[in-house]
C-alpha cells in the first residue's frame, strides 16, 4: 500500500523549501531556499507495515490450509509455546495502522507547516494530481487483472456494480474478500485523501491566529476532537447503528448514514488523528528556531519509546494467543474466535471484547507511533536498519506487493499446496515451500507491475504538474 513518498519532496511543499528554518521569528514564513531533506528511514517503516501484512496472511492460510494441525486439543508445554510464538506474529493484522499513520503523517506535513508557520498554503491541484497518478493506474490495472485471473466471475453483468464500487474507492471489507482482500483498506486511504484538504482548511479556521504555541495548542485540540469523533462513530457503528428502534425515523436515517460515518469496518479517524498529531510535533521540532531543547529531549527519550511501543504492540498481539481459532478453515464462512485454552478464564473475552473491538485501533496507532517518534528522533545506529538498501526496495513495491500478496498466496494454498499435501510431505516442507513460493513469485510479480505500471505513471503525474505551474 505505497500510496506515498517519504521524501519531503513530495508532500506538495513549495520548491527548494528545507527542515530547518532561518529566521529568527517563529511566525515568519520558512526560508525557500534550502536543499530539500528526505526521510528515508520512513520507508524502512512502511516496508515493515507491508511485510508484516504479507507474514500474518501466510501465517494465517498455513493455519487455515491445514499446513499447521488444530490448537483446539493442545495441552503440552512445548505446543502452547509454539502457539504463543505464533500468536506473537499475528500482529502483522496491525500493518495496515501503519500505513494510516504512515499517510496521514506523511501527507499532513506541508498542512502542519502551513498552520504553524503561516508558510504558503500547498496547491490542491498539486496533492490530488500526485494522488491520482501514484494510485489510480497501480490500482485499476490490479483490478483487471485480479478479476480475469482470480475472480471472473465479476466480468457477470450481476456483479457490474460490485466492479463500480471498486472503480469509485467504495467498496466494503465484505465486498473486497469477494475480489482482493486488502482492497477495502484503499477505500479508507482514497477516502481520507480527499477529505483531507478540506479537514486541514477547517482546523486553520481555528488555528489561523495567535503565537506559535498559541497555534499548537489549538491544532491539538483539533486533532484531539479528531480522535474522539473517530472513537464515538465506532461505538456508534458497532453498537448503536445496528440495534433496532422500532417507530423511529433513526432506524431508517442509520442505514444511509453508516456507510459515510462508519462503513464495516470504521473510517480510523482516531488513527489518522494519531499520525497528524506525531507530524505537528515533528514539524515543530524541524522548523522552529526555539525547539532544539525539544528535539535533544526527544532524542533522549528515543530509546523508551521504541521499547515502549514493542511492549505495547507485543501485549496487543497477545489477544490472538487468547482467543483466535487458528484451525482449518471453510473459506466460504467468516472467521469464528472462541477461547483457545480452557485453563485461562474463559469470562476475559466476554469483559475485553467489546473494549478490544473499540480501542484495538488506537491502540496499535499509539504503539507503532511511539515507534516512528523513535526512529524520526532516534540514534543512527537505530535508524540504520529501516535505512537499509533491502527495505527501500520493499518500500518502492509495497504497494504492489500489499494488493497482489492475496491473491498469490491462496493460489498456492488452493492448488499448490494441495497437490504437496496429497504427496504426504511433512508441515514443515509446506511451509518452506510457502516461504519459496512467496520468493520466488510474489515478490518477482509485485516489483514487474512496480517497473512498468507504477513508476511510469508517478513519472507522468510529475511531468503533468511540471507542465501545469509553468
Not at 197 to 223: D, E, H, N, Y
Not at 345 to 359: E, K, N
Request: glycine letters at 6%; one cysteine or more.
Amino acid at each position: 500500500m505505497n500510496t506515498t513518498n517519504t521524501s519531503l519532496k513530495n508532500q506538495d511543499m513549495p520548491s527548494g523549501q528545507n527542515t530547518l528554518a532561518s529566521s529568527s521569528s517563529e511566525t515568519n514564513s520558512l526560508a525557500e531556499s534550502q536543499p530539500k531533506k528526505q526521510i528515508p528511514v520512513l520507508d524502512g517503516a512502511r516496508a515493515i507495515a507491508c511485510l508484516s501484512v504479507l507474514v500474518y496472511h501466510i501465517s494465517l492460510r498455513s493455519g487455515k490450509g491445514g499446513i499447521w494441525g488444530a490448537v483446539h486439543t493442545i495441552h503440552n508445554v512445548p505446543s502452547i509455546l509454539a502457539f504463543f510464538v505464533a500468536s506473537v506474529g499475528y500482529y502483522g493484522e496491525s500493518g495496515v495502522i501503519l500505513f494510516f499513520l504512515l499517510s496521514s503523517f506523511l501527507l499532513f506535513l506541508p498542512y502542519a507547516k502551513a498552520l504553524l508557520f503561516e508558510s504558503r498554503w500547498p496547491s490542491l491541484r498539486r496533492f490530488y494530481l500526485r494522488r491520482i497518478f501514484r494510485i489510480l493506474p497501480g490500482y485499476y490495472v490490479t483490478i483487471f487483472l485480479v478479476t480475469l485471473f482470480f475472480a471472473p466471475q465479476f466480468l457477470q453483468s450481476r456483479h457490474w456494480h460490485d466492479i463500480w464500487l471498486f472503480l469509485t474507492f467504495r467498496m466494503n471489507y465484505d465486498l473486497s474478500q469477494q475480489l482482493d482482500g486488502p482492497f477495502w483498506t484503499l477505500a479508507i486511504e482514497f477516502q481520507f485523501y480527499l477529505l483531507l484538504p478540506i479537514m486541514a482548511w477547517l482546523f486553520s479556521l481555528l488555528v489561523g491566529r495567535g503565537t506559535l504555541g498559541q497555534r499548537m495548542l489549538k491544532l491539538t485540540v483539533c486533532l484531539l476532537l479528531m480522535t474522539v469523533w473517530g472513537l464515538l462513530t465506532r461505538f456508534w457503528g458497532l453498537y448503536i447503528a445496528n440495534v433496532p428502534q422500532r417507530y423511529s425515523i433513526l432506524n431508517h436515517l442509520f442505514p444511509v448514514l453508516k456507510p459515510y460515518l462508519y462503513g464495516d469496518q470504521g473510517k480510523y479517524f482516531e488513527v489518522f488523528a494519531v499520525g497528524m498529531l506525531i507530524c505537528m510535533v515533528y514539524t515543530y521540532t524541524q522548523y522552529a528556531p526555539s525547539a532544539e531543547s525539544w528535539r535533544i529531549r526527544m532524542r533522549r527519550l528515543s530509546p523508551l519509546m521504541f521499547t515502549t511501543g514493542l511492549v505495547l504492540l507485543l501485549f496487543l498481539s497477545l489477544w490472538h494467543f487468547y482467543t483466535i481459532d487458528i484451525t482449518q478453515f471453510d473459506f466460504a464462512r467468516p472467521l469464528q474466535s472462541h477461547v483457545v485454552f480452557t485453563f485461562l478464564d474463559p469470562h476475559i473475552p466476554t469483559i475485553v471484547s467489546p473494549y478490544w473491538a473499540m480501542l484495538q485501533a488506537l491502540g496499535y496507532a499509539i504503539s507503532y507511533g511511539l515507534c516512528l517518534l523513535a526512529l524520526l528522533y532516534g540514534s543512527a545506529k537505530l535508524k540504520r536498519p529501516f535505512e537499509s538498501s533491502p527495505l527501500s526496495w520493499v518500500a518502492s513495491i509495497s504497494f504492489s506487493l500489499y494488493m497482489w500478496h492475496q491473491g498469490l498466496t491462496l493460489l498456492f494454498v488452493n492448488v499448490i499446496n494441495y497437490t504437496i499435501q496429497r504427496q504426504g510431505w511433512s508441515p514443515l516442507v509446506q511451509y518452506g515451500a510457502f516461504w519459496c513460493w512467496t520468493l520466488v513469485v510474489i515478490f518477482p510479480v509485485s516489483a514487474t507491475l512496480y517497473r512498468w505500471i507504477e513508476k511510469p505513471s508517478i513519472r507522468l503525474g510529475e511531468w503533468l504538474i511540471r507542465k501545469l505551474e509553468r
